[in-house]
Nanobody
């Protein structure tokens, strides 16, 4: 079993940047496909970005493409989400998730392990 802990959330003005981190423990994250999801109040959890085990395959939601970058450092058991040019509509709780799938997956129901989430608030 793997435990995930997100950090790096906060309050930022529109146009600003944040970098979220996801620390894994219990198992090495290099065995897992990793994803970032977000959930705004009153809305369903939605896919943001995902990266395969090696980092060679990445997918983004259309809403964040060109602004967000997912990356991983398997040696440090870490996954990151660099968020630039933030918009008020990016406000949500952001979750890190892991799954043993060999391919990148955008469906949150396919992920087995989840962190507790970190709040990102973008003011206009």
């Amino acid at each position: 079993q793997v435990q995930l802990v997100e950090s790096g959330g906060g309050l930022v003005q529109a146009g600003g940047s944040l970098r979220l981190s996801c620390a894994g423990s219990g198992r090495i994250l290099s065995s897992y496909m990793m994803g970032w999801f977000r959930q705004a109040p009153g809305k369903e959890r939605e896919f943001v970005a995902a990266i395969n085990r090696s980092g060679g395959s990445i997918r983004y939601a259309d809403s964040v493409k060109g602004r967000f970058t997912i990356s991983r450092d398997n040696a440090k058991n870490m996954v990151y989400l660099q968020m630039n040019t933030l918009k008020p509509e990016d406000t949500a709780v952001y979750y890190c998730a892991a799954d043993l799938s060999a391919v990148v997956n955008t469906n949150p129901t396919q992920y087995e392990y989840w962190g507790q989430g970190t709040q990102v608030t973008v003011s206009s």
